[in-house]
């Protein structure tokens, strides 16, 4: 059974359009977060969310927004994409405590926008 | 800001040699984490070491932190092509995790 899963895997659209990123941990964890990922492989915090607290990184568009329907889910919506979108999106969650817990991550979104 | 930082960037070694990564970081953490990423997939946690304490083990990974220097190393023993990853350090400051840019090994059969 797949612990954190993204849909969809690969993402190619238009400069402009809105899109979202689904993802879904069955690990029972309080928090859940979103990375992107440059092609050079930098790893970078967008998000941390529980069901308490949106921690958000302050080098982050507002194109940008995570939407979380229940504990399980962290949705991310991005609109009016532009090129400098392009990267890995990754998912992932941990127990409460930040930090203290292991992250598990899912096998990432590549978003590509032409 | 990126916290940690890896080096190497690459390493290339034969199988059933030793690896070793480093990783140093520029502010004060509560712990620190390794993680590996095979190609095309997501990260998967590897050991945690707290502040406090200065070497771990885990199987064929030992793990050590000197806080004075801000810095860590990754040891991977008698390696096997199957370690062929990328491997990065995490670090939590405040809330927030930080991650390096990685070091990319290959173990060559």
């Known amino acids: 059974d797949t612990a954190v899963s993204q849909t969809p895997k690969y993402l190619v659209t238009q400069m402009g359009n809105d899109k979202s990123i689904k993802c879904e941990q069955n690990?029972?964890?309080?928090?859940m977060y979103w990375y992107k990922q440059d092609s050079k492989k930098f790893l970078k915090i967008m998000f941390s969310?529980?069901?308490?607290?949106?921690?958000i990184n302050e080098t982050v568009p507002n194109r940008f927004s995570p939407k979380s329907p229940d504990k399980a889910h962290l949705n991310l919506h991005i609109n009016s994409l532009e090129l400098g979108d392009s990267a890995v999106y990754f998912c992932?969650?941990?127990?409460?405590?930040?930090?203290?817990?292991?992250?598990?991550f899912g096998d990432g979104t590549r978003l590509s926008i032409l | 800001s990126q916290q940690g930082e890896e080096d190497p960037q690459a390493l290339s070694i034969q199988e059933g040699e030793n690896a070793t990564m480093n990783c140093s970081y520029k502010?004060?953490?509560?712990?620190l984490q390794w993680y590996r990423q095979n190609s095309g997939r997501g990260l998967v946690h590897l050991i945690l070491?707290?502040?406090?304490?200065r070497e771990k083990h885990s199987g064929r990974l030992r793990v050590t932190l000197d806080t004075s220097k801000k810095s860590s190393s990754l040891l991977i023993t008698a390696s096997r092509a199957a370690d062929t990853a990328s491997y990065f350090c995490?670090?939590?400051?405040?809330?927030?995790?930080?991650f390096g840019t990685g070091t990319s090994l290959t173990v060559i059969p």
């Open positions: 992932a969650s941990s127990q409460a405590g930040t930090g203290v817990q292991p992250q598990h």
């Open positions: 690990l029972g964890h309080d928090t």
């Open positions: 969310y529980n069901n308490k607290e949106l921690i």
């Open positions: 502010t004060s953490i509560n712990n």
């Open positions: 070491i707290r502040s406090n304490e």
């Open positions: 995490a670090t939590l400051r405040g809330n927030q995790f930080y």
